[in-house]
């Protein structure tokens, strides 16, 4: 698979000055299978001038339950998204929407900002009708609760069923990765997990605990992206396949250093599939995840322990020229020992 980065495609499309539909079609035409949908956040709306601070007409004249109040405009769909998800995750906000828009919480922006509220359904909508695989990104944050980590994933289920998870860190980590595992298995998500750059904490929990449900994945850091331009880039794709085992490719576009204009991004995304399909690859949303290797079962491994045991231990007390009835004795437990040993193995996942 190939999945580019939503951020990324948007600016693209922004500087091409071209509808972001319209390159999103064009990714797909040129072999993207997949788009990222990251999480929203207040930062993230914010940052992006989604919402933006803003004095209503007429502010709450009640005094707020927690911190203070926060007004933030916007789009009035998305304001009263926000203060939905706001209300089902943090009551305590008394998160609301005024008559003009405007998003009324109650808190401090530097504490709910950073929390995860849901995906972008309209966005989906977009990405989707352009033939593109949607790879929902959850947030981390302080203090993430079991019942928030339950709702995201499964917000992130209706989207996609693979989650490569935004930042540094695993949702969850490092006390609560068992409730994100609990409602990955419960939700059919499988991991997309970046073996070779290994930059998430809590990943390789993770992965050892949902294998099979894990592709391999690889995204390149801007520091690894200095000293190649498209060509080698593509090139490292293809190596990193053939390999390393890499299913999935996260792709993000080339924007100082070796770029020339927004819309070569579609060309290193062509390069991509060319060099994946030369190494006898193809390039699929539905991506291939690993077969378990199938293992011999407890009462097999005793078998073939008993006999091989007893064979070595007789040949053992000829070679000693070990009397009868020392010979027997050690042929016996030798035998049983391994007879045994399968049962009392402790199991490894």
């Not at 319209?22 to 940052?47: D, Y």
């Not at 991991?191 to 750059?197: G, K, Q, R």
């Not at 200095?226 to 576009?253: K, S, T």
């Amino acid at each position: 698979a190939i999945c580019v980065d939503l951020d990324d495609a948007q600016m693209a499309a922004l500087r091409a000055g071209m509808p972001l539909d319209e390159f999103l079609h064009e990714l797909s035409h040129h072999g993207a299978t997949h788009v990222s949908l990251p999480e929203l956040t207040l930062n993230r709306l914010r940052a992006s001038g989604g919402l933006t601070p803003h004095t209503p007409t007429h502010p709450h004249s009640h005094t707020s339950p927690i911190g203070h109040w926060n007004y933030l405009h916007g789009d009035a769909d998305l304001t009263r998204q926000i203060a939905l998800e706001l209300a089902a995750r943090l009551p305590y906000t008394e998160a609301d929407t005024l008559g003009d828009g405007t998003l009324a919480f109650a808190g401090d922006l530097t504490t709910i900002g950073e929390i995860g509220l849901g995906f972008d359904a309209c966005m989906a909508q977009r990405v989707a009708a352009q033939g593109l695989g949607l790879v929902p990104r959850p947030v981390s944050y302080a203090w993430p609760e079991k019942d928030l980590i339950h709702l995201t994933l499964a917000q992130a289920a209706v989207f996609g069923k693979f989650v490569a998870f935004d930042g540094d860190m695993i949702l969850g980590h490092e006390m609560h990765l068992d409730e994100t595992l609990e409602a990955m298995e419960r939700e059919g998500l499988s991991l997309v997990y970046f073996a070779e750059s290994r930059h998430q904490k809590g990943d390789w929990f993770v992965a050892k605990r949902r294998a099979p449900n894990v592709v391999l994945a690889h995204r390149f850091t801007p520091a690894e992206m200095i000293p190649l331009d498209l060509h080698a880039a593509a090139h490292h794709w293809g190596a990193l396949a053939r390999e390393r085992g890499i299913r999935f490719c996260y792709v993000n576009f080339f924007k100082v250093l070796h770029a020339t204009d927004p819309m070569e991004g579609l060309h290193y995304v062509e390069h991509i599939k060319e060099e994946l399909e030369e190494n006898g690859f193809v390039v699929t949303p539905d991506v291939g995840l690993p077969t378990p290797v199938p293992a011999p079962n407890k009462d097999e491994l005793a078998w073939a322990g008993l006999a091989s045991a007893g064979i070595a231990a007789s040949a053992i007390s000829n070679a000693l020229n070990l009397p009868d009835m020392a010979a027997v004795p050690l042929v016996i437990a030798a035998a049983g020992g391994a007879l045994a040993l399968p049962y009392l193995e402790r199991p490894r996942g």
